[in-house]
């Protein structure tokens, strides 16, 4: 049973686009938070987040780091998962025919070893139909191969997103790495590229020790920190890459309630997505989602687009 929750009021417009995909509102999951959906499908209905983003796919199946790959910090996690997954043909034959299913769109998450091996699985995902975004991961801090070092090396980054506009048509979100001194150069080499949109911020490289053992907390020695924790970090990121790019940006770190999402759009994104409180919270998304709508009502906005880049300036 799915508790009851604020309904969206009367007059209010949430709809945002990404590219030529229509989000009913701007609140999605964010990608390794949410499983491929189903996972969360007794605790919450799915057809009422704005969209729904899948766990990292690339084209074979991966095992992913040795265990322990998460651990609690303070206000945080950091994780160190791999990127785990079934690869293309595993995940389309396994969780595809539950996500084709819902009313709202499948954002597929993707990533590659090689420029080619991304533009491959884009192209996969183009022709199986029905597929409503790709999220490309170039900042993933948890593989040898693959992952940060796209989103950190601007030729690299524009190759991977040239490849993969080449091979569909779906809309593009680059997901940004955070570990960068400057993102700007970054948004709009994904900008320049063909990127629809991006979404910022992933994961920031981080570590914990055990003081009695000695021992680093994780198998894999270090992960990538999440959660509340990361959020004045991650605003700052989507404002400085407000002021650099036209293309919507989806903001997301650290998002736990409709005002921290507020706090997102009012730096400059458009949509926004929440990770690490779904583990704790499942419902936190459509409690985001009411949030919003309350908010407006409060404030008289017709549209939630008129929240985007609100921020004032100093005196
Ligand atoms: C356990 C875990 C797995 C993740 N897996 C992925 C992934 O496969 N691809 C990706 O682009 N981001 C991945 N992320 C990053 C999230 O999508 C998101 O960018 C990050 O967690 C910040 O949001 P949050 O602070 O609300 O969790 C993962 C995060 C966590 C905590």
New binding site residues.
């Given amino acids: 049973m799915h508790r009851q929750l604020l309904s969206v009021p009367d007059g209010v417009n949430l709809s945002i686009q990404i590219g030529k995909l229509t989000l009913q509102n701007p609140v999605m999951v964010?990608?390794?938070?949410f499983g491929y959906g189903v996972e969360y499908a007794q605790l919450l209905d799915l057809n009422r987040l704005g969209a729904v983003v899948v766990?990292?796919i690339c084209l074979n199946p991966v095992r992913g780091n040795p265990t322990p790959r998460?651990v609690e910090v303070a206000s945080g996690?950091i994780?160190a998962?791999g990127?785990q997954g079934p690869g293309v043909d595993g995940f389309i034959k396994k969780y595809w025919p539950f996500l084709k299913t819902l009313k709202v769109p499948t954002i597929i998450?993707i990533?590659g070893t090689t420029v080619d091996e991304y533009a491959e699985v884009a192209r996969r995902f183009d022709a199986l139909g029905g597929v409503g975004a790709l999220?490309l991961?170039v900042?993933?801090p948890n593989i040898k191969d693959g992952g940060a070092q796209f989103g950190t090396d601007l030729k690299l980054l524009a190759q991977v997103v040239g490849a993969c506009r080449k091979a569909t048509k779906l809309p593009l979100i680059t997901?940004m790495s955070p570990n960068v001194v400057s993102i700007a150069p970054y948004a709009k080499a994904a900008e320049e590229a063909g990127s629809d949109a991006l979404?910022i911020?992933?994961?920031y490289p981080a570590m914990a020790i055990d003081i009695e053992t000695r021992k680093p907390k994780l198998a894999n020695v270090t992960g990538?920190l999440?959660?509340p924790c990361?959020k004045p970090i991650?605003i700052k990121l989507v404002w400085d890459a407000a002021q650099a790019v036209k293309i919507p940006i989806i903001g997301?770190?650290?998002?736990q309630s409709a005002a921290d999402a507020i706090e997102f759009m009012m730096a400059g994104a458009t949509a926004v997505?929440?990770?690490?409180?779904n583990f704790y919270e499942p419902q936190t998304a459509l409690q985001v989602i009411a949030g919003i709508s309350e908010f407006m009502k409060k404030k008289n906005l017709g549209s939630v687009k008129e929240i985007t880049g609100s921020v004032q300036p100093t005196e």
């Fill in positions: 964010a990608s390794g938070t766990k990292g998460t996690l994780n998962i990127l998450n990533w999220e991961n900042s993933c997901k979404s911020m992933n994961s990538g999440t959660g990361i991650a997301m770190g650290g998002i997505a929440v990770g690490t409180a």
